[in-house]
């Protein structure tokens, strides 16, 4: 073993590594749940056994690095890099043997378990190695005993090789700044908000995207509302959401467990918010406790991010509203004929041009909530299918296109609307588009863009064979559901 002050390094097999343990083995709120789809756990049960037809004059088998932070003060040894395969060989050294390995004591939230249980059926129907094989698994055991030297290894250790998101290392820092007097309580509220985040099923997506939807939330949606600003669109990626939600985040001003908050729809008095050991929301310095609905947690969506506690509420606030916008069902009809178009519409235009209605969406209802909703949406909708008429291939750059070459950038328009005619004249006034509406030559029903152009006109219940007048279509459709002649709409 080698040690260089808080930190030792070793070479352990898999049963010396449980085994000579002193402390239970564990996982720290941090981390991400068990991922494992089941292409690797069988892909690990194929190697396994294809390592122990070799024999015994083959070498060990090695699995790379675990990271481990030693815990006294919690009695824990909580493993900061490897879960993923500790709990997969775990999970197959107990079809082996019976039992977990000793100082096993790795908790899993529903979700979680719901993996391991698909991971352990795969193993019982596929070959399996025996259980000297545990002897010759070997890993490099890298050891700390301080928390700020762990979380420094997290970092650096996962953006390598196959990194995990910027999002699960943007977990980790926040939970790291969590504050207050019930500290370890508070980050356990945190994270599980977190994993409601994750299990948020948006309409954006086939389900293989859907076993972490945080990435998605805060690439598509989040820092885009914040950062596409002006005329000057940046490129997104790790880095950004990094320096933005990390680097860009605020300290705390005031006891840990307050998040000063700013005015916005949902706020007009309020000057903190404070989250208690109960996971209630209080607003000071009139305490209020809120709904449960996190979605109407009183925050705007360009307002400065403070780290910890703030951070959690904030993307478990923005979660919880696209969740409201796209998925929960109401007897809300401004919402229903909103989803309908969302649907319908969109649902036949480009996944590109999608993500970006959905972007316009969640900033409106975040200013406005369902007033005018419904007609928002179909002036927006008919100013990107103006878009889709155009180019038969729409391509990334042309959602950022959209919102750079617009008069005013519409999400800057949004967040600065005290009204939602503010919003909507600016759609009417610079998208009607009718010269493209009149001129198109498009059939129906034929390739994406007769695709579109069919769903338009079952919307709107138009025998036409064009698309001219459509910005009048909607004017008609507006005028006749406001006098109370909206039938079907």
């Known amino acids: 073993m080698l040690e260089a002050g808080p930190v030792k390094v070793s070479v352990r097999s898999f049963v010396e590594f449980f085994g000579e343990s002193t402390l239970p083995v564990a996982v720290d709120t941090y981390q991400r749940g068990f991922v494992w789809n089941l292409e690797k756990a069988t892909q690990l049960a194929e190697d396994l056994v294809a390592h122990e037809e070799l024999g015994y004059a083959a070498p ?36 082996l043997t019976g039992s977990l390995p000793e100082q096993f004591a790795m908790s899993y939230s529903q979700r979680s378990a719901r993996r391991i249980r698909s991971a352990a059926e795969t193993f019982q129907n596929l070959r399996k190695p025996g259980k000297e094989i545990f002897n010759r698994i070997r890993f490099t055991i890298i050891e700390v005993d301080r928390v700020d030297l762990a979380f420094t290894f997290f970092d650096t250790q996962n953006n390598r090789g196959v990194p995990l998101h910027a999002t699960d290392l943007l977990k980790a820092y926040h939970l790291r700044a969590v504050e207050g007097d019930a500290r370890e309580r508070l980050q356990t509220l945190c994270a599980s908000g977190w994993e409601q985040v994750q299990q948020s099923r948006t309409a954006l997506g086939p389900d293989t995207e859907i076993m972490d939807s945080a990435p998605r939330l805060f690439n598509l949606f989040l820092w885009r509302a914040r950062c596409w600003t002006g005329k000057q669109l940046q490129p997104g990626g790790h880095d950004a959401l990094m320096e933005t939600f990390q680097k860009g985040t605020w300290p705390q001003a005031g006891p840990g467990d307050e998040i000063p908050l700013y005015r916005s729809r949902q706020n007009r008095l309020g000057t903190h918010l404070r989250l208690d050991e109960g996971g209630q929301w209080q607003i000071q310095t009139h305490p209020i406790t809120l709904s449960e ?43 229903r004929r909103f989803q309908r178009i969302y649907t319908e519409l969109m649902g036949a235009n480009s996944i590109y041009l999608r993500e970006i209605f959905v972007l316009g969406a969640l900033m409106y209802a975040d200013q406005f909530g369902e007033e005018r909703l419904w007609e928002f ?44 005619d503010q919003v909507i004249g600016h759609l009417k006034r610079y998208h009607r588009h009718e010269k493209r509406y009149a001129d198109e030559q498009i059939e129906s029903g034929k390739g994406v863009q007769g695709r579109y152009k069919q769903a338009v006109l079952d919307y709107f219940k138009m025998p036409s064979a064009s698309l001219k007048g459509k910005a009048d279509w909607v004017e008609n459709l507006v005028g006749k559901a406001q006098k109370g002649d909206g039938h079907g709409v």
């Open 60 to 95: 060990p088998y090695y699995m790379g690095t675990v990271l481990v932070h030693h815990s006294p003060a919690k009695g824990k040894r909580f493993i900061i890099d490897g879960q993923q395969r500790l709990t997969a060989l775990s999970i197959l050294y107990s079809q």
């Open 293 to 335: 609905q996190a979605a109407n947690l009183p925050f705007a969506i360009r307002q400065p991010v403070h780290r910890g506690i703030g951070f959690f509420l904030y993307a478990e606030k923005y979660g919880a509203l696209l969740q409201w916008l796209l998925e929960q069902g109401t007897n809300s009809e401004e919402r």
């Open 377 to 420: 949406s179909l002036w927006y909708e008919h100013a990107l299918g103006a878009i889709r008429l155009e180019k038969q291939q729409v391509r990334h750059e042309a959602a950022k296109n959209f919102f750079r070459d617009d008069a005013l950038n519409l999400l800057d328009v949004i967040a600065g609307a005290y009204l939602p």
